[in-house]
């Protein structure tokens, strides 16, 4: 009942036979608990310690408890006061840390992570170790299996997922399967013809981008704790996302506000104003290049524009690109 409050299961058996009983001598305890006299008398020294019983003098000797309303009361305000002497010296260390950041060895500041189960550790590392936003670059090839990723699913009502996609990431059915299911959870997704690099960053904390990017970049990666190049690698993720074009991947049952484009077209909008030819668009929306010129001319009357360069720019003031 009291341990929470720091007593231990002695002091608290103790203290609740004296508020049961009454004031009591060590011996008398004794009985009562059904302790040691050793342990009684450790208890009692701890009561009196925390506030929470006083001794009257010789001969009798009692011990004699304080209310606990009255004693409880000291006891959490002298919990909170070491708290608060226990957080001060927290801010003390990270400043210490932070401090001494420029000085730390590049060992400390950069790990090189090796074989494809540790880069896939690296990945869950960086996600976990995110308390407001994980952001990240994505293209081919990948060191995960191609599938829903289960971190993301599981911290999607704690962490913002800010991706870019470059174009052919999503030739893969099952990375577009799982990109959609990462969409329709929260994941805030771009698409642009290309990235720099692939990438994933917790917040201001932690990074991970591949040595090398070829097929063997699933085998060896680079975890970047914070420092310039931290920094660096956050500045290089926010221009790709700034150049990127929203991307939309409603499901089929997703409702379409009257007025508005449908889901369909709103994804065949995505694709093409990302840089995809009519061709590479239809193959991915399954349509014939016909269908898409089709689609293409019906939302350029829609949106009342004369080009699509034109179309793209209503599509954006229209909101039909992004619903974020």
């Not at 011990?63 to 006061?81: K, N, Y």
């Not at 990375?175 to 994941?187: F, Q």
């Not at 060896?220 to 926010?238: G, I, N, R, W, Y």
């Given at each position: 009942m009291l341990e929470s409050a720091g007593l231990s299961a002695a002091e608290e058996s103790t203290y609740l036979a004296l508020l049961r009983h009454g004031a009591a001598t060590v011996d008398q305890l004794v009985r009562r608990t059904g302790r040691t006299a050793t342990q009684v008398s450790r208890a009692v020294t701890g009561l009196g310690r925390k506030g929470m019983v006083h001794r009257t003098p010789p001969p009798?000797?009692?011990?004699?408890?304080?209310?606990?309303?009255?004693?409880?009361?000291?006891?959490?305000?002298?919990?909170?006061?070491?708290?608060?002497?226990?957080?001060e010296a927290a801010h003390t260390l990270a400043a210490q840390t932070r401090d001494r950041t420029a000085g730390r060895r590049t060992g400390e500041l950069i790990e090189i992570v090796q074989g494809q189960a540790s880069v896939q550790r690296a990945f869950d590392r960086v996600q976990r170790v995110a308390r407001t936003e994980v952001r990240q670059l994505v293209a081919p090839p990948y060191a995960a299996a191609k599938q829903v990723n289960s971190v993301q699913m599981e911290r999607a009502s704690q962490v913002t997922y800010r991706v870019v996609y470059t174009?052919?990431?999503?030739?893969?059915?099952?990375?577009?399967?799982?990109?959609?299911?990462?969409?329709?959870?929260?994941?805030?997704?771009?698409?642009?013809?290309?990235?720099?690099?692939?990438?994933?960053?917790a917040d201001h904390t932690l990074a991970l981008l591949p040595l090398v990017w070829t097929d063997a970049a699933q085998d060896?990666?680079?975890?970047?704790?914070?420092?310039?190049?931290?920094?660096?690698?956050?500045?290089?993720?926010?221009?790709?996302?700034?150049a990127a074009t929203p991307l939309t991947l409603s499901g089929a049952d997703a409702s379409t506000a009257q007025g508005e484009i449908s889901d369909e077209d709103r994804k065949l909008l995505s694709l093409l104003v990302a840089g995809m030819t009519d061709e590479a668009a239809g193959a991915r929306l399954g349509m014939s290049r016909r269908t898409v010129v089709r689609r293409m001319q019906h939302l350029m009357k829609t949106a009342g524009a004369q080009s699509r360069l034109q179309l793209g720019w209503r599509a954006h003031e229209r909101g039909w690109l992004s619903k974020t």
């Open positions: 009798h000797g009692l011990v004699v408890p304080v209310p606990p309303d009255e004693a409880i009361d000291q006891l959490i305000q002298r919990r909170h006061s070491e708290l608060d002497r226990v957080r174009i052919d990431s999503l030739d893969d059915p099952a990375i577009l399967a799982a990109t959609t299911e990462h969409v329709r959870t929260g994941e805030l997704a771009r698409l642009a013809p290309t990235v720099p690099t692939k990438l994933a960053v060896a990666a680079v975890l970047v704790h914070p420092c310039a190049l931290l920094d660096a690698l956050v500045a290089l993720f926010e221009g790709v996302w700034a």
